[in-house]
């Protein structure tokens, strides 16, 4: 399965950085929480980069990424 679409619950988020230790090419952070990059905002971009969005999402300790899968 690989990532197509990835969201950050911005009022979850307690900006620790894991993502994007995880997978600096999907997210950072952005000015009260981490966001999706905007060149990462499209289905074939995540997919390629499906390995690193699941690491951080394993990594996020407030489980604030929201991840859909095909
Ligand atoms: S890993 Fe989770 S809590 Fe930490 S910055 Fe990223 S989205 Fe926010």
New binding site residues.
Partial sequence: MAVTKVE?EAG?????????AECDAV?E?GDD??VVKAEAQNPEFLAAHTDGIKA?VE????S??KVEEA
């Fill in positions: 950050i979850e988020c307690i900006s620790c950085e894991a993502c994007v997210f952070m929480a981490a951080a990594a996020c300790p407030s604030a990424i």
